[in-house]
């Protein structure tokens, strides 16, 4: 299968640490990337390969992978946080991309 | 800087065609991963089409035979031609720059999108 499953919605206090899942039998061959989509704006990349952020991203975004289960924690979440993520690896064939459904996150 | 505008959206009646534009600045479409992704307005992004460096062209199946991506070095854009266009078509379409990385594995990024622009298929 080439689908990406995440988590619809979940909530985080401010300052506290949220997980974000990303489950998908690509994971197992293929690195997920991650992206942060605010209300009216393009997504952003945050986290890609194995654990990088592309500059300018706050180090309290991270990732991990495990099997076929690639992972976003926010550590410190932030009220800026707040926003829509998707995770996005590639298709059985290697050739097409692929996305989560997407993870609304909210900061309490 | 690296730049993405894309432009050709707007209304269009189901079974028309339509072109979308992009403009790239600050590195050249020919050489690089370039893809086409949507998203209806409150839902979320769905990959749609690249073009690799070398050519190559893949389609989701939702767009398959209907959109064709391609590419005017000299003009250092990137286009999807969209025919018989149907309702679930509408949505916002980005185009982004992707990158290949080998560590370990290959994987893939989307390191810059465009702002997008709006398609919608309505009588």
């Known amino acids: 299968s080439s689908e990406l499953t995440q988590d619809p919605a979940v909530s985080v206090a401010l300052g506290q640490t949220v997980r974000i899942t990303c489950q998908g039998d690509s994971l197992r061959t293929y690195y997920a990337s991650w992206y942060q989509q605010r209300p009216g704006q393009a997504p952003v990349l945050v986290i890609y390969g194995k654990n990088n952020r592309p500059s300018g991203i706050p180090d309290r975004f991270s990732g991990s992978n495990s099997g076929n289960t690639a992972s976003l924690t926010i550590t410190g979440a932030q009220a800026e946080d707040e926003a829509d993520y998707y995770c996005?690896?590639?298709?059985?064939?290697?050739?097409?991309?692929?996305f989560g459904v997407g993870t609304k996150v909210t900061v309490l | 800087e690296v730049q993405l505008v894309e432009s050709g959206g707007g209304l269009v009646q189901p079974g028309g065609s339509l072109r979308l534009s992009c403009a790239a600045s600050g590195f050249s479409v020919s050489d690089n991963y370039m893809i086409w992704v949507r998203q209806v307005p409150g839902k979320g992004l769905e990959w749609v089409s690249n073009?690799?460096?070398?050519?190559?062209?893949y389609y989701a199946d939702s767009v398959q035979d209907r959109f064709t991506i391609s590419r005017d070095n000299s003009k250092n854009t990137l286009y999807l031609q969209m025919n018989s266009l149907r309702a679930e078509d509408s949505a916002m379409y980005y185009c982004a720059r992707e990158r290949q990385v080998w560590s370990s594995g290959w994987f893939w990024y989307i390191d810059y999108w465009g702002q997008g622009t709006l398609v919608t298929v309505s009588s």
């Open positions: 996005n690896s590639r298709d059985s064939s290697g050739t097409l991309g692929v």
């Open positions: 073009i690799y460096s070398g050519g190559y062209t």
